[in-house]
């Protein structure tokens, strides 16, 4: 079983950056393809950005391509989302994923989850 813990997130302004982290542990975190997803008040669980258990490919929804990066330190069993350009669309709760078989926009295809991490933009 792998446990996953998002720290990072807080409230800034239009046009700050911010970094998420997302931390694993219980199981070969190198194996699981990873992902961050977000979720609105009143609104579904949408996809931000995923990547490769070798971290060789990654996927990005448009609203955020181009400002959000995904990366990884499996070293440090570490899962990272750094965000720029932030804007008052981008506030949301955001939550670590990671499953060993699968990749992809769709939050069933992960198995496992963190506790979210809070980002709010103030315009």
């Known amino acids: 079983q792998v446990q996953l813990v998002e720290s990072g997130g807080g409230v800034v302004q239009a046009g700050a950056s911010l970094r998420l982290s997302c931390v694993a542990s219980?199981?070969?975190?190198?194996?699981?393809?990873v992902a961050w997803f977000r979720q609105a008040p009143g609104k579904e669980r949408e996809f931000v950005a995923a990547?490769?258990?070798?971290?060789?490919?990654?996927y990005y929804a448009n609203s955020v391509d181009g400002r959000f990066t995904i990366s990884r330190d499996n070293a440090n069993i570490t899962v990272y989302l750094q965000m720029v350009s932030l804007n008052a669309e981008d506030t949301a709760v955001y939550y670590c994923?990671?499953?060993?078989?699968?990749?992809?926009?769709?939050?069933?295809?992960?198995?496992?989850w963190g506790q979210g991490a809070q980002v709010t933009v103030s315009s």
């Open positions: 219980g199981g070969t975190f190198s194996g699981y393809a």
């Open positions: 994923a990671a499953d060993k078989n699968r990749i992809g926009p769709s939050p069933s295809w992960y198995d496992y």
């Open positions: 990547l490769t258990s070798s971290a060789t490919s990654s």
